[in-house]
């Protein structure tokens, strides 16, 4: 990897100098195909890609500075079919608690959002059986 004209090498005991090439294209700010985006998933170590991400932000964030942003999580509907094993947030259609967000709600939450400076808004839920891909569509038309 080349940073401020230095070159850092990373040497690897099985020769596998794919990761060297990838993280030097990710240094150069070149855009990283879906299949070698894979492959440092796969065979990247994490302490490495670490290193790359923080080397990036500095390089494209060179005040020094941290930032994040307020978003809020907004929950579509807790009914879902999918039965995750690690979720305990969902309800099986016709559960006593099982709901549908609703508009009014929605604008509700948008509204506290953007007053206490939200910029962004994320939309989640379960995988609710009766609501089909018109219904995410048109959510928030109105």
């Known amino acids: 990897m080349q940073e401020n004209g230095r070159t850092f090498v990373i040497y690897y005991p099985n020769g596998n100098m794919q990761l060297t090439e990838l993280y ?3 240094m150069n700010l070149e855009f990283l195909s879906v299949e070698e985006g894979i492959f440092l998933f796969e065979h990247a170590p994490l302490t490495e890609l670490m290193y790359v991400a923080n ?3 500095k390089k494209q964030v060179p005040h020094g500075k941290v930032t994040w942003i307020i978003d809020r999580n907004l929950n579509t509907t807790n009914v879902c079919i999918a039965n995750c094993k690690f979720c305990n947030f969902y309800r099986v259609p016709g559960h006593p608690e099982a709901y549908i967000t609703s508009i009014e709600i929605y ?3 948008i ?3 953007i007053r206490y400076g939200g910029e962004q808004l ?3 839920g379960g995988h609710h059986p009766d609501l089909g891909l018109k219904y995410y569509v048109n959510l928030l038309k109105n």
């Open 122 to 124: 994320l939309l989640q």
């Open 55 to 57: 080397e990036l932000r």
């Open 107 to 109: 604008k509700k939450k």
């Open 24 to 26: 030097n294209k990710a």
């Open 111 to 113: 509204d506290e959002t």
